[in-house]
Nanobody, 126 residues
Framework: QVQLVESGGGLVQAGGSLRLACAASGRTFSTYAMAWFRQAPGKEREFVTAVSWTGGRTVYADSVKGRFSISRDNAKNTMYLQMNSLKSEDTAVYYC???????????????????WGQGTQVTVSS
């Protein structure tokens, strides 16, 4: 089993910043990646960013490039999402997810991820 718990969401004004965290516990894998997704009301869940755990490679959706930064602390089994220059369109529930079989190709579809956190609400006011 793998358990993922997000934290750090809240209310912030446009242009402000938030830092999310995702703590992982349970089963470990030799090679894996962790990702952030988000889902706004009435919208499909969308990929935001991901990081490979050992190599530290990162990938970002075009909508957040230059504003969001993903990182991980291997010793703490924790992933972070630093969100700067927030916009109202960033408002969503943000979910942590784990891909246990990451190799060479990034997977951005929610259906490709087996393990999910409960989500944390991020609200950006104009």
């Amino acid at each position: 089993q793998v358990q993922l718990v997000e934290s750090g969401g809240g209310l912030v004004q446009a242009g402000g910043s938030l830092r999310l965290a995702c703590a992982a516990s349970g089963r470990t894998f030799s090679t894996y990646a962790m990702a952030w997704f988000r889902q706004a009301p009435g919208k499909e869940r969308e990929f935001v960013t991901a990081v490979s755990w050992t190599g530290g490679r990162t990938v970002y959706a075009d909508s957040v490039k230059g504003r969001f930064s993903i990182s991980r602390d291997n010793a703490k089994n924790t992933m972070y999402l630093q969100m700067n220059s927030l916009k109202s369109e960033d408002t969503a529930v943000y979910y942590c997810a784990l891909d246990p079989d990451f190799r060479l190709v990034w997977r951005t579809s929610p259906s490709s991820y087996e393990y999910w956190g409960q989500g944390t609400q991020v609200t950006v006011s104009s």
